[in-house]
């Protein structure tokens, strides 16, 4: 109900009691004044005529009669009658009421035991009420006997109907000036709100509004005084996260695990080639490990690791650089089959991407996976040169390291980022292992995820499983005297992107992809990067193009997708049925609409070094996203990193952690294949202005918001829990002051 109206009805009824209120105590008023002006009145009369009275109280009836006649003149007086004061009627006016008798008064009198002078009561008869007075006639001081006046009572009823009309008439007009009043009052008070807003909002502020805009001041100053902290230690970057590093948690050097290695060696007929992973997680730690320095341990996977590495696995990158080493883990042929391709791959990755593929959990590969998270986990003990380091353990693969890690090295910082996404407790609950994936991630200091929402279902996931106390307030799970926190941390790329500074223009890289492909200059391109992976959504895009040309035909001939996939798990049959469904979708639509040499798709089955990469995304007008369900997706913030010249259109699955922070993309439903062909022939005729604006601001997101602000984040929430642990005495004292004074 609208707040006028409510207020209006409040007001008549609180009118509508009032007057109730009113016409109760006005009516028993005059009630009351009325009975004491007839008693008066009454009394007058007798007391003005006592002396005729009496005389004819003793000459008989006649002159009493007449007298009597004489005193009921007024319009108001029924009747009147002399009594004896034995009850005797001695006269009485020809008009009288039969019922009040002399004998019936006094009866009355002696009844009620009262002697007041005069005697009154009301009565009700058949024609409306009477007032009834008995006043006492004396002759030389002594009475001789009373006369009774019946007054007749209905003009008073006349009367009080009269106010009650006169009191209704006033609560309606009252009703009605208060509505209108109230009404005009709200249209006058909205219109000078409203101005004053706008005079506030342009700057200009009035005293009335001064409170409102003060408390929006204070807001907004806090606000800033936040943000200004935030950015007194200037833009992320490589230098602000070293200093993170060591003024927050007085470390030189960080640990990270992470299964993949950010160079690979690989043999090649003319030599060793250094090879770049397609690999999100590679993509964000690599440059947070260039700017921190220290060891990343991982599997060493490339066919010449083993060679470029020293006796115990290391060697120094970025080659040319050498800012920090690998540590090269070797695995066995079925350690590697287990516990990557199997648990990992096979049960964890479909566990928790809503893509529709069944997780196959097999008792052998667990095996495999609790072996080689052992290996793992003591590979980063032998790395460590003090009793609290800093270790950074990354993704599904290394579960069970964290609580590995802390049995060995109880007072290690271990912040663990989770890089896919964390499904329902439901969903978890199919695991055989849950409670040992989930116990061994609470090793971790701190538990990262890319969104709430996965922060959320983790927490569902201990309360479900484990034994545990939950700090809603703090997000954090306690487990005796550990507490491990639960925090989002949105993953991002570096900024700006290394890659970019040796790359040509926009324009030459326009015009050399167009070259490559075998495309005229003018034709209109979309680019797809992604891992061959069934939660890329490859299948659905290839789709969405097909429905584009059906639904657009100006685009037949002139618009071309090109997918750069890169081949990966190829060991799992899935992944090698997706590789054969793509090529056979591909295909099909090209043999659809394709026409002399052109090719709607163009697939590109493998791997691109990153400058390629780059180059695509800036020779492209749109880039189309598809995930079914992704963590983060960095191939859409590299897309809006790679497009210094503003333009260019991004299409992004809505299932995409992304999808949150990139919002001026055209977000799409990636199974809704119509409407993402809508959006693509969308992108394609958007204005230059439009495309500038929204590029512009996913631009300043993805600069603001860079990978080195994600670490930064986690490295000072990281401190501030050692700080907090230090505190409570578990971080030990001299161990604190050894390093301090650099022992
Ligand atoms: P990924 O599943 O690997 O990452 P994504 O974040 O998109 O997915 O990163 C892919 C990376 O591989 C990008 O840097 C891209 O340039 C590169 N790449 C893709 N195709 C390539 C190709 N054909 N050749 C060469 N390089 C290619 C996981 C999660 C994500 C999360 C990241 C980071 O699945 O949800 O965003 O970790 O946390």
């Not at 004896?84 to 009040?100: C, F, H, I, K, M």
């Not at 008792?363 to 003990?381: I, L, Q, T």
């Not at 055989?432 to 116990?439: A, F, H, K, L, T």
């Amino acid at each position: 109900m609208p707040r006028l109206l409510r207020f209006l009805l409040l007001l008549l009824f609180g009118l509508a009691l009032m007057t109730g209120v009113g016409y109760v105590a006005l009516t028993r008023t005059t009630h009351r004044w009325f009975e004491t002006d007839l008693r008066a009145r009454s009394l007058f009369v007798v007391t003005a005529t006592k002396q005729i009275l009496a005389r004819n109280w003793e000459h008989g009836h006649e002159g009493l009669a007449d007298t009597l006649e004489d005193i009921t003149r007024d319009e108001r007086v029924m009747g009147a009658a002399a009594c004896t004061l034995d009850g005797q009627r001695l006269a009485s006016t020809s008009v009288y009421p039969l019922d009040y008798g002399c004998r019936w008064v006094l009866a009355r009198i002696e009844q009620e035991g009262a002697e007041t002078n005069p005697w009154t009561t009301t009565e009700a008869l058949p024609g409306g009420r009477v007032h009834l007075s008995a006043i006492t006639v004396a002759a030389e001081g002594k009475p001789i006997g009373r006369v009774l006046l019946v007054h007749d009572l209905s003009y008073l009823e006349r009367r009080e109907a009269t106010t009650r009309n006169l009191l209704l008439a006033a609560f309606f007009v009252l009703s009605l000036g208060a509505a209108t009043i109230t009404m005009i009052a709200e249209r006058l008070a909205f219109r000078v709100w409203t101005s004053e807003l706008r005079r506030a909002l342009s700057g200009e502020v009035t005293r009335d509004f001064k409170p409102l805009v003060g408390d929006v001041r204070a807001l907004v100053e806090r606000l800033a005084s936040e943000r200004d902290r935030e950015a007194r230690g200037g833009p992320w970057n490589p230098a602000r996260l070293r200093s993170t590093l060591t003024t927050h948690l007085d470390g030189e050097r960080v640990i990270i695990l992470a299964n993949r290695e950010p160079y690979i060696h690989d043999k090649t007929p003319t030599g060793v080639r250094v090879l770049h992973p397609a690999s999100g997680l590679v993509t964000a730690l690599e440059p947070v490990m260039r700017a921190c320095s220290g060891v990343w341990v991982a599997h060493g996977s490339g066919t010449a690791d083993k060679e470029t590495a020293d006796a115990r696995g290391h060697v120094k990158v970025p080659p040319g650089e050498e800012s920090y080493s690998i540590r090269r883990v070797w695995l066995s042929e079925a350690e590697e089959n287990g516990y990557y391709y199997g648990f990992s791959n096979e049960g964890l990755w479909p566990l928790c991407h809503v893509a529709h593929a069944r997780p196959v959990f097999r008792a052998e590969d667990w095996e495999h996976y609790v072996r080689v998270n052992r290996k793992f986990a003591d590979a980063v003990c032998e790395e460590v040169d003090t009793e609290d380091p800093i270790i950074l353990v990354q993704d599904y693969h290394f579960a069970l390291a964290p609580r590995m890690i802390r049995e060995r090295l109880p007072r290690a910082t271990i912040l663990t980022f989770w890089h896919i996404p964390w499904p329902s407790a439901e969903r978890i609950g199919i695991c055989p292992w849950r409670e040992e994936i989930i116990s061994g991630l609470l090793g971790s200091s701190i538990v990262g995820f890319h969104t709430r929402e996965h922060c959320n279902n983790f927490i569902d996931a201990v309360d479900t499983f484990m034994e545990s106390r939950i700090d809603r307030e703090a997000n954090a799970i306690v487990q005796g005297a550990r507490r491990s926190l639960v925090r989002p941390y949105p993953i991002s790329i570096e900024w700006p992107v290394h890659w970019l500074e040796e790359l040509p223009s926009v324009a030459e890289c326009r015009a050399s992809v167009r070259r490559e492909l075998g495309l005229p200059a003018d034709a209109l391109l979309g680019v797809g990067i992604d891992r061959l992976d069934y939660t890329k959504g490859i299948e659905e895009r290839l789709q969405a193009v097909d429905e584009l040309l059906s639904r657009y035909p100006e685009f037949r001939g002139r618009f071309t997708f090109v997918q750069l996939a890169a081949p990966s798990r190829t060991k799992i049959a899935r992944y090698r049925e997706l590789n054969d469904r793509v090529e056979a979708l591909a295909d099909e639509i090209n043999a659809r609409w394709g026409k002399g040499d052109y090719r709607p798709i163009i697939l590109l089955r493998s791997h691109h070094e990153p400058p390629t990469v780059f180059r695509y995304y800036r020779a492209a007008e749109l880039c189309y996203v598809s995930s079914l369900h992704d963590g983060m997706n960095l191939v859409a913030k590299e897309f809006v990193a790679a497009r210094d010249d503003e333009l260019g259109v991004l299409v992004l699955s809505q299932f995409t952690g992304a999808a949150r922070d990139l919002t001026e993309a055209l977000i799409v439903n990636p199974y809704d294949l119509g409407r993402a062909g809508d959006a693509m022939a969308a992108a394609l005729r958007m204005p230059e202005d439009e495309q500038r604006e929204r590029m512009s601001s996913m631009r300043r997101m993805v600069s603001e918001f860079n990978v080195y602000r994600w670490a930064g984040r986690m490295l000072v929430d990281a401190a501030e829990l050692r700080r907090r642990e230090r505190v409570s005495g578990r971080l030990s004292a001299p161990a604190v002051l050894a390093r301090a004074i650099g022992s």
